[in-house]
């Protein structure tokens, strides 16, 4: 079974300051990677993806990941954060090829981010 | 285009009892996951269905039990509830054809007293 560790709890960042953060699975075969963000009050909403090609991957908002076959990591980026991407940010791995199946997460990372 | 949507939104329950919970998923999609989010922590997969059957399963006891409709929604049943059942549940919607991505609902916040 496949396992995904996200190992800030709760980031503190200014508005302008750049944006890493930190996600780890285990699994040692081909995987789907995934990270969703849930905003204060909203569900959870999908970020960006990686199943195949270019590691670097863009998503919405301007965030974007890469994906390190070698470190079994898919770290998320931003280069300069606003007040509005305060939110909790989930990692998600599964494996296949279809929509049917199912997601492991992380337990997730608070983002702060101050005015 | 109606997203995933859950209900109800809110529930509070005694220790002991049974809920059931209803999740309808965005139009075109066959299949539905339902997740548990603790307070603090990431969601845990619980079970999935399509074509009316559960074809996956976490690691959550018999307690847990679903069920999908042919119009493709479906329901959350949890039978002697525990004050550890208390939590965010979550529906998400697939498709066979709509690669590895899942849609998610608002969620019903279950309260076990």
């Known amino acids: 079974a496949q396992s995904v560790s996200q190992h800030n709890h709760h980031v503190i960042l200014s508005e302008a300051a750049s944006l890493e953060l930190g996600c780890n699975y285990s699994?040692?075969?081909?995987?789907?990677l995934f990270w969703y963000v849930q905003y204060p009050g909203q569900h959870l909403q999908l970020l960006l993806k990686y199943f195949s090609g270019d590691p670097l991957v863009k998503g919405i908002k301007g965030f974007e990941a890469e994906f390190i076959k070698s470190k079994f990591s898919f770290n998320l980026r931003k280069p300069s954060v606003q007040w509005s991407d305060t939110a909790e940010y989930f990692c998600?791995?599964?494996?296949?090829?279809?929509?049917?199946?199912?997601?492991?997460f992380g337990s997730g990372t608070r983002l702060q981010v101050q005015p | 285009d109606a997203g995933v949507t859950q209900s109800p939104t809110h529930l509070i329950k005694t220790r002991g009892q049974q809920v059931t919970l209803r999740c309808s998923p965005k139009s075109g999609h066959d299949t539905v996951s339902w997740y548990q989010q603790a307070l603090g922590q990431g969601p845990q997969f619980i079970f999935q269905?399509?074509?009316?059957?559960?074809?996956q399963r976490g690691n959550f006891p018999d307690r847990f039990s679903g069920h999908q409709f042919p119009n493709y929604s479906s329901e959350l049943n949890v039978n002697a509830l525990l004050l550890g059942d208390s939590a965010l549940y979550l529906c998400a919607s697939s498709s066979r054809t709509g690669k590895y991505e899942q849609y998610f609902g608002p969620g019903t916040r279950l309260t076990v007293t």
């Open positions: 998600a791995v599964n494996v296949g090829d279809t929509g049917r199946r199912a997601l492991t």
């Open positions: 699994y040692g075969g081909t995987v789907n």
């Open positions: 269905y399509y074509e009316e059957e559960e074809r």
